[in-house]
């Protein structure tokens, strides 16, 4: 494993102080799928910096000591050459994508592959075909990129189907999150309860124990779903410990509360990015920190 030592520094700052370190960026307000359960679609989006502009306000969040970025959309892959460039600024660059435009090759970054459940649910969510083209697209990346299920009411009971599919493909890790619904919105399709999630939650970890650490989740990252657990020490915005680390841009350079938009309930969230940070540093735990150094590498 090949590390920067820029990622050492962002490491290290994670650990041992409380400066905000990364940057989530909405790079474009275009996508070419419409998924169900997608948060982006109940939300207005103004226009979009074009290429030159969004490149140098990257350059800006670089100069002012953010060192890791996550893009987001949208579909990062409709701007590939602001992909690109954001992996030759930041010391650290995940960019979540549909994958139904293939995963390029990028020198400095990690694709974040979005597939919801097995071929059925998900195509059920994200339409007809996806799975099998994002699965093609899986088989001939130059880089094997982690996949990342959103769990929901309409997925959760392909979990086991899916995983198993996944380990046979050349894939670094599978990665979760469980649906985080917006205040105000119906989101009886899709929320799994709380109490329910617990029961999820533990059974993640016994797939964990039978795929090893392809299962991108960790006992420490559990914990802090649980509502038995740490889950009421940070669900809400002033208690996230990741708005306090990573500031969050919409496609216009402007300000947003969360990577999920100003709307989002904390008092259900699912966010993996929580979990993540979390679980490896509250306290510090060597299996999630692992995992998290494995993601920029």
């Given at each position: 494993m090949h590390t920067r030592p820029g990622k050492f520094i962002i490491l290290w700052k994670w650990l041992f102080t409380k400066q905000v370190t990364s940057a989530a960026i909405d790079i474009t307000g275009r996508c070419n799928l419409r998924c169900l359960h997608?948060?982006?679609?109940?939300?207005?989006?103004?226009?979009?910096?074009?290429?030159?502009?969004?490149?140098?306000?990257?350059?800006?969040?670089?100069?002012?000591?953010?060192?890791?970025?996550?893009?987001?959309?949208?579909?990062?892959?409709?701007?590939?050459n602001v992909c690109r460039a954001?992996?030759?600024?930041?010391?650290?660059?995940?960019?979540?994508?549909?994958?139904?435009?293939?995963?390029?090759?990028?020198?400095?970054?990690?694709?974040?592959?979005?597939?919801?459940?097995?071929?059925?649910?998900?195509?059920?969510?994200?339409?007809?075909?996806?799975?099998?083209?994002?699965?093609?697209?899986?088989?001939?990346?130059?880089?094997?990129?982690?996949?990342?299920?959103?769990?929901?009411?309409?997925?959760?009971?392909?979990?086991?189907?899916?995983?198993?599919?996944?380990?046979?493909?050349?894939i670094r890790k599978i990665g979760f999150s469980f649906f985080t619904p917006s205040r105000g919105s119906d989101s009886s399709r899709f929320f799994i309860p709380l109490a329910d999630r617990d029961n999820l939650v533990a059974h993640l970890l016994v797939l964990r124990k039978k795929y090893g650490e392809i299962i991108g989740f960790t006992p420490a990252m559990a914990r802090q779903l649980l509502t038995g657990g740490d889950f009421p020490e940070w669900n809400s915005l002033a208690s996230c410990p990741v708005t306090k680390r990573v500031?969050?841009?919409?496609?216009?350079?402007?300000?947003?509360?969360?990577?999920?938009?100003?709307?989002?309930?904390?008092?259900?969230?699912?966010?993996?990015?929580?979990?993540?940070y979390r679980g490896a540093f509250c306290p510090p735990d060597c299996q999630t920190i692992r995992l998290i150094s494995d993601l920029m590498a």
């Open positions: 997608c948060y982006w679609w109940e939300q207005d989006h103004p226009g979009e910096l074009n290429d030159r502009e969004m490149i140098d306000f990257m350059k800006g969040l670089r100069a002012k000591g953010l060192r890791a970025a996550i893009l987001y959309g949208g579909e990062p892959t409709l701007r590939l954001a992996t030759e600024i930041f010391d650290a660059t995940l960019i979540f994508t549909n994958g139904t435009n293939g995963m390029p090759a990028i020198d400095n970054g990690r694709w974040v592959v979005s597939l919801d459940g097995d071929r059925e649910a998900n195509d059920l969510i994200r339409g007809d075909g996806v799975y099998d083209r994002v699965v093609k697209n899986l088989k001939k990346a130059p880089k094997p990129p982690i996949v990342h299920m959103t769990i929901s009411r309409l997925n959760q009971e392909s979990i086991d189907d899916f995983v198993k599919a996944m380990t046979r493909l050349p500031r969050c841009f919409k496609a216009d350079g402007k300000p947003k509360a969360c990577t999920y938009g100003n709307d989002a309930d904390c008092s259900r969230c699912g966010c993996a990015a929580v979990v993540a």
